[in-house]
Structure formats: structure tokens, C-alpha cells
């Protein structure tokens, strides 16, 4: 089993539709949870960390958090063809780890 | 604020060679990581820095080393580079700051090597 696992995609949305994307992990210790944004050639850039159990919400996007369930998600309101990127899971229990990344196309 | 920074941002390197990449975080951040990066996947962790004592290391092998210096900036350094060396070397300044988003990393452009 993998450390955080994510669907590999491509995971294909129309303009304007909402975007969810999945994340699951194993260590029940982890502490911190963040989602980047990966731009093909460009570095990770933080789009939303989340601490605790439920919700958070900063703009278009949603982040919740279930540790019962050892799972994070990701949501794009309002998704648009700049948000095709990949994007990446990251948990921080003793160290950061990252999944593998679920490639988003915002199709026009 | 400058943001993290890394250079050189692309380097092509010969089997057997060694290389140095370097990285200044942002200011006020004390800790700095090291990932390597492959086309496809997520970042993999090599390094954790901070206040210039190593907190962390990844499953790499010895040939990668590194260190953090007095400014809080680091070295990544590697040796007898293989081919499967050639990656997207990426560094990630933390703030651990009380009051703050703790923990929160911000990445650096990366350094795109290539070993032939």
C-alpha cells in the first residue's frame, strides 16, 4: 500500500463545473495536510493546507478532511482551463510525502 | 518578500561527475528540504534541514549529502552521478514560526538536472 495514494487521472472537467480530487494516506499520525498545484515544468505551488477534521474553504477552492476515514479532498469551484495542472497530495507526519499527483484538464 | 531560490536552474552533467545545487529560503524560514523529482511522480524526500542540523533523511543513497549554512541557505551535493540521477531537484523553505501556518512548505524553481 502505498504512503498517499491518488487517482493518476487525466480526471476531465467542463468550464465552470466543480473539480474533486481524492486523496487517501496510511500513517493514522500524520498531522498536516497540503494540496499544490504542478504546472507541467514549473515547481509545486501551495494552494490549501488543512490541520483539522471538516472543511476550509479559500476562494474556488474547498479542502476537507475525514482522519477517521485517513482521507483529504479537493475541491475547484467554478474550474477553468488555467486550473489544468497537476495536483499533488502532500502529508506531513515525521517527514513530507507527497502521491504521485492527479492530472486535471479544464476542458473549454 | 523573494521567494525561495535555487540555482543553477538547468545543469547536464557525465556519469561519475558531481554536482552542487544550491538554495536560499525565504526570509525568516529556518528549515530547508531537499526532493528529487522524476517525470510522473510526486516530489521524493533526500533532506531536511534546520537551524543547520540534519532532521531527516530519505532513502537515498550516501553519494547525496548536504548541509545548511549560518544564512539558513543550503547545499544539496552529489556524487558519482548515475543516469538515474537526472530528475527535478527541488527545494522547500518551512515556516516554523509559533502564531504561524506552521509547517507549511513553499517550493523553490528547482534545478533540472540531466546526467548522460
Known amino acids: 500500500q502505498k504512503e498517499v495514494e491518488q487517482n493518476s487521472g487525466p480526471l476531465s472537467v467542463p468550464e465552470g463545473a466543480i473539480a474533486s480530487l481524492n486523496c487517501t494516506y496510511s500513517?493514522?499520525?500524520?498531522?498536516?495536510f497540503f494540496w499544490y498545484r504542478q504546472y507541467s515544468g514549473k515547481s509545486p505551488e501551495l494552494i490549501m493546507s488543512?490541520?483539522?477534521?471538516g472543511d476550509k474553504e479559500d476562494g474556488r477552492f474547498t479542502a476537507q478532511l475525514n482522519k477517521a476515514s485517513q482521507y483529504v479532498s479537493l475541491l475547484i469551484r467554478d474550474s477553468q482551463p488555467s486550473d489544468s495542472a497537476t495536483y499533488l497530495c502532500?502529508?506531513?507526519?515525521?517527514?513530507?510525502?507527497f502521491g504521485t499527483g492527479t492530472r486535471l484538464k479544464v476542458l473549454a | 518578500d523573494a521567494g525561495v531560490t535555487q540555482s543553477p536552474t538547468h545543469l547536464i552533467k557525465t556519469r561519475g561527475q558531481h554536482v552542487t545545487l544550491r538554495c536560499s529560503p525565504i526570509?525568516?524560514?529556518?528549515?530547508v528540504s531537499w526532493y528529487q523529482q522524476v517525470l510522473g511522480q510526486g516530489p521524493q524526500f533526500i533532506f531536511q534541514?534546520?537551524?543547520?542540523?540534519?532532521?531527516g533523511r530519505g532513502n537515498f543513497p550516501d553519494r547525496f549529502s548536504a548541509r545548511q549554512f549560518p544564512n539558513y541557505s543550503s547545499e544539496l551535493n552529489v556524487n558519482a552521478l548515475l543516469l538515474g540521477d537526472s530528475a527535478l531537484y527541488l527545494c522547500?523553505?518551512?515556516?516554523?514560526?509559533?502564531?504561524?501556518?506552521?509547517?507549511?512548505?513553499?517550493f523553490g524553481p528547482g534545478t533540472r538536472l540531466t546526467v548522460t
Open positions: 522547500a523553505s518551512t515556516s516554523t514560526r509559533a502564531g504561524g501556518p506552521l509547517y507549511e512548505q513553499y
Open positions: 500513517d493514522r499520525g500524520s498531522q498536516s
Open positions: 488543512i490541520y483539522s477534521n
Open positions: 502532500a502529508v506531513r507526519g515525521y517527514k513530507y510525502i
Open positions: 526570509s525568516g524560514h529556518k528549515s
Open positions: 534541514y534546520y537551524e543547520k542540523e540534519e532532521r
